[in-house]
């Protein structure tokens, strides 16, 4: 019955052994099923990202295009303006000579208006000392 009971013993070490080496297995699988999972979630975070950023080398470079165009059309409507001025200022600039040296050279002796409401400059008396 001992030997019985030793061989006993003995299949039962066997079987704890063979179990502990399905478990160490089993977590060996599930420790590369990690790695390989985070390796796959990272190719797929590299590729996510490479097409988005293709994507908005794409969208940046359409309105780039976009803001040249609209600085063209407002180089060409100061232009368009400024030419206007300068042709305004060439075609009135003799008159606005002219009356400028009028006001400056022609002078009219008047006397103030509130002056007049008084009677003239005869009718006032100063009491100065």
Do not use: C, W
């Not at 300068?86 to 050279?105: G, H, S, W």
């Amino acid at each position: 019955m001992a030997a019985q009971h030793s061989q006993g013993i003995q299949t039962l070490l066997e079987a704890e052994k063979e179990a502990a080496k399905i478990v160490q297995q089993a977590r060996q699988y599930r420790v590369q099923r990690l790695k390989d999972a985070r390796a796959e979630a990272s190719k797929e975070i590299d590729e996510y990202r490479l097409a988005k950023d293709a994507e908005f080398r794409d969208f940046e470079a359409s309105h780039v295009g976009n803001t040249t165009n609209a600085q063209a059309a407002v180089d060409k409507e100061t232009d368009i303006k400024l030419q206007a001025t300068t042709e305004a200022f060439e075609a009135n600039k003799d008159q606005v000579i002219e009356k400028l040296l009028d006001r400056v050279v022609l002078i009219k002796p008047e006397l103030h208006r509130n002056l007049k409401k008084l009677g003239g400059a005869e009718t006032q008396q100063h009491d100065y000392p």
